[in-house]
């Protein structure tokens, strides 16, 4: 299985008043093709700052990250950006969605925007309508965003991070913002998505969330200090609290 992303002696330093705050410590780091991976542990232990830096958004200390056999920690802030655009989707608890435009207009955005896709906004809009359509929510396009419901507009966001057919995914807390029945719906669309062969990433505290990836991470103080091996969520073979089950013990284990 090829590998989407590697990180070798990866730090990040802050330096907040006077005082270096060690923030990540030499992770060193492998995702495969096809992982769903979930990064958690305690507040302030990493989890986002590991996911900017791995995706480029946030510049690394010292170490390397190697992102599709790249390796983008030496390139400029113009590059990183079109590696984004072309290259990786983004899903975060706050939507970001642009309050001018439409849901649909939302969703073809990083399309429009990128130089990957030779097609005419008619062909970019038809993607979106498909995209809206698979998530269940093609009634919304013309919708402004504070007019729909927050499961509604995370869905909207998976499908705008899917427009560009990214290598890889990278969620941070996609799901804190909703409630259990949107975020289980949420969660179902990504587990979907993994199954056809996107790679992602999940920064979350939700042990339910964590519980549908294929493998999960446990970062304290900066370091990885746990991994754990759940194997790919079947829904219509496996009780999903048998996972949870089995990761809570886990996490217990590791001081949770």
């Keep these: 299985m090829a590998a989407v992303l590697q990180a070798r002696g990866l730090c ?18 492998t995702i495969n093709e096809g992982e769903m991976t979930a990064v958690m542990g305690p507040s302030g232990s990493g989890k986002s700052t590991l996911l900017y830096c791995l995706s480029g958004m946030d510049r690394v200390t010292s170490g390397k990250v190697n992102f599709c056999g790249r390796e983008i920690t030496g390139l400029g802030e113009k590059e990183l950006a079109e590696l ?9 608890q706050q939507m970001y969605m642009m309050k001018n435009l439409s849901v649909l207009d939302n969703i073809i955005l990083p399309a429009v925007s990128s130089k990957k896709l030779r097609e ?18 093609a009634e919304i396009e013309n919708n402004d965003i504070n007019e729909v419901s927050g499961g509604q507009l995370q869905r909207a966001c998976i499908c705008r991070s899917i427009i560009n057919t990214p290598k890889m995914i990278f969620a941070d807390e996609p799901t804190g913002a909703l409630n259990r029945a ?31 990836c294929s ?27 048998d996972r949870e089950r089995d ?7 590791l001081g949770w």
């Design 12 to 29: 990040k330093t802050y330096i907040v008043n006077k005082r270096q705050n060690n923030v990540l410590k030499n992770i060193d780091l």
């Design 84 to 92: 984004r655009l072309d290259e990786m989707g983004f899903i975060f």
């Design 120 to 137: 005419s906004r008619k062909q970019t809009e038809e993607r979106g309508r498909t995209l809206m359509r698979k998530l269940g929510i």
């Design 182 to 212: 949107s975020s289980d719906e949420v969660m179902d669309e990504l587990t979907t998505l993994n199954r056809s062969g996107t790679t992602i990433m999940c920064v979350t505290h939700d042990p339910k969330v964590a519980a549908k």
């Design 215 to 241: 493998r999960v991470l446990f970062i304290v103080d900066g370091g990885i200090m746990g991994e754990k091996m759940l194997g790919s969520f079947d829904s219509e073979k496996e009780d999903i609290r």
């Design 247 to 253: 990761l809570n013990n886990w996490l217990m284990e």
